[in-house]
């Protein structure tokens, strides 16, 4: 295309739409999430992609991706996991499904009828650089027209420093 991929003397590149954080003023523990069980890691995730997806809702007939980030994904749960097996437990059959970081991923975009690709990234560097790369990468190569970005953490101990969630769509700039 003359000028670049934005078209005549634009450039294409992402811009946030809506930004959401957990925990804002006046939040507790994020709800629970029926399906999930032990951590906090799954409703944290839910609860904030949840308020960002209010404040803005994805433009209609949008595929929208979501692309979850962390560094460690559900510690508290491979923790128990580790520790009952340890012990010669027995784990329980929710958490296999919840030990794949991307089943939550796959329960927002259920949901809130994403239809985009669900992508879960372990941060090299930034964490939301990289996530915001993936989605540039997603939205570039037409696989999206929108990404919620989710990213989540842990702190070694197993509470929850939080969350943010970001939904980025595609703008030129001159």
């Known amino acids: 295309m003359p000028g670049g991929p934005g078209g005549p003397g634009g450039v ?19 709800p629970p999430l029926p399906g999930f069980v032990h951590s906090s ?13 209010r404040r803005r809702t994805p433009p209609a007939g949008s595929r929208c991706a979501v692309v979850l980030v962390s560094a460690a994904g559900d510690r508290p749960s491979a ?3 580790r ?10 059959p929710l958490f296999f499904f919840q030990s794949v970081p991307n089943s939550v991923a796959g329960h927002v975009a259920a ?7 669900v992508v879960c990234l372990s941060p090299t560097g930034n964490p939301r650089a990289d996530a ?3 989605a540039e990468l997603l939205l570039h190569d037409g696989d999206a027209d929108v990404a919620l970005l989710v990213l989540v953490e842990h702190a070694p101990d197993g509470a929850p420093t939080g969350a943010v969630a970001v939904l980025l769509g595609e703008g030129t700039s001159p």
């Open 111 to 117: 949901r809130w009828g994403l239809d985009g690709p």
């Open 12 to 30: 294409r590149t992402s811009r946030v739409l809506a930004e959401a954080r957990w925990p804002e003023p006046g939040d507790g523990s994020p």
């Open 79 to 81: 923790d128990h996991v």
């Open 41 to 53: 890691f799954a409703p944290l995730v839910a609860a904030v992609a949840g308020r960002c997806l």
């Open 83 to 92: 520790a009952t097996v340890a012990a010669g437990g027995r784990i329980g």
């Open 132 to 134: 915001v790369a993936e």
